[in-house]
Every structure is written in structure tokens, then in C-alpha cells.
């Protein structure tokens, strides 16, 4: 599934997360903590006709693992001359999420991902974790050009947490409008972030494969500007290219298809992204369109678009975003975003550099 800009203009990214959640119900017990160990090591960028201007040294570097609690409970460790760290004190049975950051100013430089074994909708690659016990992720490689380090959904099955209904079930979620705030009120990033579009209208879609239930989010300014754009999902070309796409007896059971309206133009009531064709990916007002994994009590939207600037300039947006329901009407998403450019030459990107970024937004239904 081709996956949108989403929030390109918001990445300058600095701060990393603060509390998630007003409710103490998510609290673990001190006694009741994990570890999380491993091996780091680091590879070259190599893409032919491709260069980087900056190189990476474990020793600038250390492991942040913080947990998607009241308290944002969190942990850090350097690498050892062999690559090896180990995160203590992290609470069992909560979600939490790993990150590389740099030791000087704490910027994120890749983001761990568990690597799910399904493809399209199917993908049950998540950017956090709930874990029953302490676990290694093995030996990672942290490769300059790429913002995330995947760890096999495999090597951490053993000691992952059993799965609670979510407080707020997926279905529910289908068409409710929220506003955004932050929690942390100093995280400039995060008050760009919001101030950009305060409220969103969140959108489920579902399908069917194989006996399994598959949903996926659309994230839209406003419900007034969904009516406005024709109060579709996607096109029946979008719809009918993602069933090819997934095979099998693959089929949608929510979704709403038809033409985009009032979609001619960047300047439309219903405005473009560019000049083209109206789609998923190429309105203003459409934020985000993508799967979403459900992992116990928590969801995770994940979105990677390649690009390609002109000029010798391309490289990969990404955002990963864990929302986390603490009741029916309030829940935090935690967003981890990144850019990363690569040039043909140096230079190519002019101003543009590597960024990166993790913030949490509470959302409020309104």
C-alpha cells in the first residue's frame, strides 16, 4: 500500500517522550521489571550513486528504552567496545518503545522495530513492546541511512506479554473526532506538531484474509472536510489495486470507495497535495492512511514513504505512532518520526539534514 507525506513539515525533531497517561492504572510495581539486552553494530551506508556526509560511532551513541506509562519509566546504556548494552528497570506487562540516540542531545538517530512475517495489511510489524519477562534482542546492526534496527518478531515471542482488550475497542474509534494536545508543554516539536491541525477524524477501515480480521486508519483534518472530499476512503482503483496486492481471499468489509470531490486543484475546497490526480496520498486534508496493528491494550500505525527531492536529493520519511487508550474518551499517542537523506553528491540536499524525533500527543474525543 503506497503510504502518504504525513507530517513532513513538522520534522525538526528534539525532545524525547514524556508521561503518556493521566490514569496510574497503568502503573507496574518496582519488583515487577525486565530487562532488555543485545549487541549493537554498525554498517557503512552503501547505496550505489549515493553518499552520506555524516558516519556513525557506537561510542556517541547509547540504547533508550521508555515505557508507554503514567510515569514514563525509562532506562538508558552505552555500548560496550563489543556493542553490547542492556536496559534495566523497565516495567513487565506495559508497552515501551527502544530507540539509538545520540549521547550528546539525546536526537534519535534509528528507532527499534519488532519485523512482523506478514506483508500489506497482514504486516505485524510494531514499533512497541509488552513483555512479560527480560529478553535479548540478539545481535542488531544499526545502518547508517536506515532509521530503524527490525529485531525478527521470533526472537522476543517467548516473552512477550498476554494481550488484554484494548479500553477502547478498535470499532469505536470509526468515525469520533479528538483534539490534540501535549503533554509535554516545553517539547517545541510537539507544539508544531499540533498547532499545524489541533482536531483529527479518525476513519477505520476492515477486511477479511484468511479467517483474520485486518483494520486499517485514516486520519483526516476534520469530519467537515471528509464530507467535503466526497466521504470516501479511497478510490476504487486504491481499493481494487490493495486486493490485488494482498491476494488470497482477501476482501473489504468497511471501507467506502468512490471518487474524491471538489478535488481539482491545490487550491479546491477539497485541496491537492500537488498537481495530479486526486488519491490517498495527494490531499492535504488527508493525513494518513495505513494499517494498524493491535497489540494487546495498545494500536500502532506505522508509515514509510520513500522520496525523491530532484536534484540529487531522496531519501525516507517515516512515522510510527502508539496510541494508547487510558478511557473511552481520552488516549496519548506517542509519535516516533524521522527523515532521513541521502545525495548524490554532497551538497545535493542543500539545508535539509537527517532528523528525528519521539513526542506524545493526548488526544481528548470530542
Not at 496510574?24 to 525486565?34: E, G, H, R
Not at 540504547?63 to 567496545?81: L, R
Request: proline share 3%; hydrophobic share 35%; net charge negative.
Amino acid at each position: 500500500m503506497k503510504i502518504i507525506k504525513l507530517l513532513i513539515c513538522f520534522i525538526a525533531t528534539a525532545g524525547l517522550v514524556a508521561a503518556c497517561s493521566d490514569s496510574k492504572s497503568d502503573s507496574t510495581a518496582a519488583s515487577d521489571t525486565i530487562t532488555v539486552s543485545g549487541s549493537m553494530g554498525v554498517s557503512l551506508f552503501s547505496v550505489p550513486g549515493k553518499v552520506k556526509t555524516t558516519a556513525l560511532s557506537l561510542s556517541t551513541l547509547q540504547m533508550y528504552c521508555v515505557a508507554f506509562n503514567a510515569e514514563a519509566t525509562s532506562g538508558t546504556s552505552t555500548f560496550s567496545s563489543s556493542g553490547a548494552f542492556s536496559v534495566a528497570g523497565l516495567p513487565a506487562d506495559t508497552p515501551f518503545g527502544c530507540f539509538v540516540v545520540k549521547i550528546s542531545d539525546s536526537s534519535i538517530v534509528a528507532t527499534i522495530q519488532i519485523q512482523g512475517t506478514g506483508s500489506g495489511l497482514e504486516d505485524s510489524s510494531t514499533s512497541s513492546l509488552s513483555l512479560k519477562q527480560s529478553v535479548s534482542l540478539g545481535t542488531l546492526t544499526l545502518t547508517e541511512g536506515n532509521p530503524v534496527i527490525s529485531v525478527p518478531e521470533a526472537q522476543i515471542a517467548s516473552a512477550v506479554s498476554v494481550e488484554t482488550t484494548p479500553t477502547i475497542a478498535v470499532d469505536s474509534v470509526h468515525q469520533t473526532s479528538w483534539t490534540m494536545t501535549c503533554v509535554d508543554s516545553t517539547d517545541t516539536a510537539c507544539a508544531s506538531f499540533v498547532s499545524g491541525s489541533p482536531q483529527v477524524y479518525f476513519r477505520i477501515v476492515k477486511a477479511t484474509k484468511s479467517s483474520q480480521t485486518l483494520y486499517g486508519l485514516g486520519v483526516w483534518s476534520s469530519a467537515a472536510d471528509f464530507a467535503t472530499c466526497g466521504s470516501v476512503d479511497m478510490t476504487a482503483a486504491e481499493a481494487s489495486s490493495i486486493v490485488t496486492d494482498e491476494g488470497g481471499d482477501f476482501a473489504w468489509v468497511q471501507s467506502t470507495t468512490g471518487n474524491f470531490t471538489n478535488a481539482t486543484s491545490t487550491s479546491d475546497t477539497c485541496p491537492l497535495r500537488e498537481a495530479g490526480t486526486a488519491g490517498v496520498d495527494n490531499l492535504q486534508n488527508y493525513y494518513a492512511f495505513d494499517k494498524l496493528k493491535i497489540q494487546g491494550s495498545a494500536y500502532t500505525l506505522i508509515q514509510q514513504d520513500d522520496f525523491d527531492n530532484g536534484g540529487g536529493c531522496s531519501g525516507t520519511h517515516r512515522t510510527a505512532v502508539t496510541f494508547k487508550p487510558s478511557s473511552a474518551t481520552v488516549m496519548y499517542g506517542n509519535f516516533s518520526i524521522s527523515e532521513d537523506y541521502v545525495e548524490a553528491s554532497p551538497g545535493n540536499c542543500g539545508s535539509d539534514v537527517d532528523s528525528a524525533n519521539s513526542f506524545v500527543v493526548k488526544f481528548t474525543k470530542i
